[in-house]
């Protein structure tokens, strides 16, 4: 059964920094692009960064561009997301996501999706 | 950046109806669409992706459609359990936007 399961959500300031852990089981990370997708309180999904399966590559939503730093660790698989310099509007339930990736039938790469979440973890970021 | 733009942001529906929800991209993402579904409190699950593949486990009732800049999510005959909220989100290039969601009501 594949399983995500993320930690490190709290409480913190303005300016402080936090690290965010999302533990995989039942499936090896080290073949899957991996994600991280972020709801603030009452409101949508929101695409945060993405890490490509040797860690090569990295995105990022501009908006936690140089704060934020996706990394991953193949041999304990597990994803992390370390916080820097948050803000009150990064308050929001952060989810792990895989990513697989879709081929159509000649072959060619068609699409991207999640395909399993973790529960998420919150993050609150106030004064 | 893409933007994802899905209507409507809110219906009500009766048990057995058929709902249709849509969303254009601002420019032309092939079928790199997918359609997710939200109960509160919970994570979101894949329904559809690559536009029109219906994830394994998901009821025939879902079907997606579209390509290009313009999707549809159908569903053919609501049940109690679809009453949620639904998200399209494509996976073009990054960064890979989500449309503002669609909360599907009892009437």
């Known amino acids: 059964e594949v399983l995500l399961v993320e930690s490190g959500g709290g409480l913190v300031q303005p300016g402080e920094s936090l690290r965010l852990s999302c533990a995989a089981s039942g499936f090896t990370i080290s073949s899957h692009w991996m994600s991280w997708v972020r709801q603030a309180p009452g409101k949508g999904l929101e695409w945060v960064a993405n890490i490509k399966q040797d860690g090569s590559e990295k995105y990022y939503v501009d908006s936690v561009k140089g704060r934020f730093t996706i990394s991953r660790d193949n041999a304990k698989n597990s994803l992390y997301l370390q916080m820097s310099s948050l803000r009150a509007e990064d308050t929001a339930v952060y989810f792990c996501a895989r990513v697989r990736d879709c081929y159509d039938r000649s072959g060619y790469h068609n699409d991207y999706y999640f395909d399993y979440w973790g529960q998420g973890t919150l993050v609150t970021v106030s004064s | 950046d893409i933007q994802m733009t899905q209507s409507p942001p809110s219906l009500s529906a009766s048990v057995g109806d058929r709902v249709t929800i849509t969303c254009r991209s601002s420019?032309?993402?092939?079928?790199?669409l997918n359609w997710y579904q939200q109960k509160p409190g919970k994570a979101p699950q894949l329904l559809i992706y690559?536009?029109?593949s219906l994830q394994s486990g998901v009821p025939s009732r879902f079907s997606g459609s579209g390509s290009g800049t313009d999707f549809t999510l159908t569903i053919s005959s609501l049940q109690p359990e679809d009453f949620a909220t639904y998200y399209c989100q494509h996976s073009y290039s990054a960064p890979w936007t989500f449309g503002q969601g669609t909360k599907v009501e009892i009437k």
């Open positions: 420019q032309s993402i092939s079928s790199y």
């Open positions: 690559a536009a029109s």
